[in-house]
């Protein structure tokens, strides 16, 4: 099989859109940026009001998780230090130069009681909308679709910057792209692209290691990485299943406890990126791969992903670093044995294992959700080397790979759309 000219581009674009660096969970970082691109556009600065609506799932995601180099969370918060320190310009980037010498300010306007937060009437899966009033005028900011899609910019009620409003549910063009191909398009690009076009990947091993060191060196939220890395309750945490669980956890603990680092996220998250890059660097290491094998494993792992992903909507009530780490499956069968139908077994085993993947929201505890994802990845590797598969008669398992990733798609889309407004009303009312 030879893939076309135009696949093997619109791969290449799906990875450059769909892996991306990100500082902070994306949610409140979604708010950052709408507050600094209102701070763009504002000239006086003496800040008098500041509106956030999101939808709920951003505001599911952002109540308990930590906003980088602050020390609190919430989206009060993020509204504060992207309008004191956002970078208009730097996208997921957008607070990753916060001072220490901005903290005051910052703590000043979320403690002043003129940030106010509420849950849009929106059907969108990813909306915020937020509004800085100075003294002299107001300017809000739109975003819809996904985390940097400013879709409307007015000052003082008047438009500055207009496009089409994507639909509440509709599918970019990479997504659907993605879910025109196969599984095997995908390992065939791995296997045959030239190295020299994707060698930028190997960017997500730098950035999302840095993090794994970050969490096992400091005491960031649960710390679960880090206590799973020390030796307790006599057990044994040099082998190759609790290095991958332990790293992976340590940098989600970093991301979500308040690192300052960027993460590589994939399908706008970070976890999810951490997910798809730290197993396959573990085993990386294992195999002592050279970096061609490793650039090779992180390519088809975030790929694979992302085209998990695109049959799933952009934010919903299913933890994806369980998709993601189904991408990390494939990259570590391709290092360990570089065999399809491996390959093609270990992603049955995992789905057959995701029914119950629920996200209650963004924070500390999301890495222990992350612990889970990566340690039924190890178990479905595992399988898959000794020839085991769930077989087609079980759940969501069909025959043909592809066809069980769609029907993954279909619960999370279809079976979990009330879960989600269950779980906010929960957190909402403790």
Not at 13 to 25: F, H, I, K, Q, Y
Not at 68 to 74: H, V
Request: hydrophobic content about 45%.
């Amino acid at each position: 099989m030879n893939l076309e000219e135009n696949t093997r581009k619109m791969l290449l674009t799906s990875l450059r859109v769909g892996v991306v660096a990100a500082t902070g969970c994306t949610e409140p970082i979604a708010v950052a940026y709408a507050a600094a691109n209102c701070m763009a556009y504002l000239h006086n600065r003496d800040i008098q009001k500041v509106e956030v609506a999101v939808s709920q799932n951003v505001m599911k995601n952002a109540l308990a998780v930590i906003v980088p180099g602050t020390g609190r969370p919430g989206l009060v918060i993020a509204a504060a230090t992207g309008i004191v320190a956002g970078d208009a310009s730097a996208g997921l980037s957008v607070i990753a130069d916060l001072k220490d010498s901005d903290l005051p300010d910052i703590y000043d306007l979320t403690d002043s009681g003129n940030v106010k937060v509420k849950v849009a009437d929106v059907d969108d899966d990813l909306y915020v909308e937020v509004s800085v009033t100075d003294k002299e005028d107001t300017v809000r900011v739109c975003i819809a679709g996904s985390h940097t899609n400013i879709f409307l910019v007015q000052k003082n009620g008047e438009n500055v910057f207009a496009k089409e409003r994507p639909a509440a549910h509709e599918v970019s063009a990479t997504k659907q792209f993605l879910q025109t191909i196969k599984l095997a398009d995908i390992w065939e690009f791995c296997q045959t692209e030239p190295l020299e076009n994707i060698e930028f990947m190997k960017k997500s091993a730098d950035l999302n290691m840095a993090l794994v060191e970050d969490g096992l060196k400091n005491d960031y939220g649960l710390k679960l990485g880090k206590s799973l890395n020390n030796q307790t309750l006599n057990a044994v945490t040099d082998d190759l299943s609790s290095k991958m669980v332990s790293y992976t956890a340590a940098a989600s603990d970093a991301r979500m406890g308040g690192s300052q680092l960027p993460a590589m996220s994939n399908s706008g998250s970070g976890n999810q990126g951490i997910s798809a890059t730290v197993p396959v660097c573990v085993v990386a290491d294992y195999v002592k791969a050279d970096d061609e094998r490793l650039i090779k494993a992180l390519t088809l792992s975030h790929l694979t992903a992302l085209y998990i992903h695109a049959f799933l909507p952009v934010l919903s009530a299913f933890c994806a670093t369980d998709s993601a780490a189904m991408g990390a499956a494939a990259g570590s069968i391709y290092l360990l044995k570089n065999d399809y139908q491996m390959a093609i077994s270990a992603i049955q085993n995992m789905i057959g294992d995701s029914a119950g993947m629920v996200c209650d929201g963004a924070g500390c505890s999301c890495a222990m959700k992350v612990a889970t994802s990566i340690s039924s990845m190890y178990r479905s590797v595992n399988l898959a080397i000794q020839g085991i598969t769930i077989p087609a008669s079980n759940g969501l398992i069909y025959q043909n790979v592809d066809d069980s990733i769609r029907g993954l798609g279909t619960m999370v889309t279809k079976g979990f759309k009330q879960t989600d407004p269950t779980i906010l009303e929960v957190m909402m009312n403790k």
